[in-house]
């Protein structure tokens, strides 16, 4: 069976389906565009990454 893909290719090229599947959701949930989530997103985990190499 074929994996869906989202409709956002870009979107696609960085997030994971698994990801943009559960990115959609909380999206829809709060009522705002899945770009807005999505970034907010990679940006705290960008920022998380960067607080445990500066730990490290």
Same mark, same amino acid.
């Given at each position: 069976? !074929?994996?869906?893909?989202?409709?956002?290719?870009?979107? +696609?090229?960085?997030?994971?389906?698994?990801?943009?599947?559960?990115?959609?959701?909380?999206? !829809? +949930? !709060?009522?705002?565009?899945?770009?807005?989530? !999505?970034?907010?997103?990679?940006?705290?985990?960008?920022?998380?990454?960067?607080?445990?190499?500066? +730990?490290?």
């Amino acid at each position: 069976m !074929a994996r869906p893909t989202p409709k956002n290719k870009l979107l +696609a090229l960085v997030v994971p389906i698994e990801l943009h599947e559960r990115l959609q959701k909380m999206a !829809a +949930a !709060a009522g705002e565009p899945i770009e807005d989530v !999505a970034e907010r997103f990679l940006r705290e985990i960008s920022a998380e990454f960067v607080r445990q190499v500066e +730990a490290t």
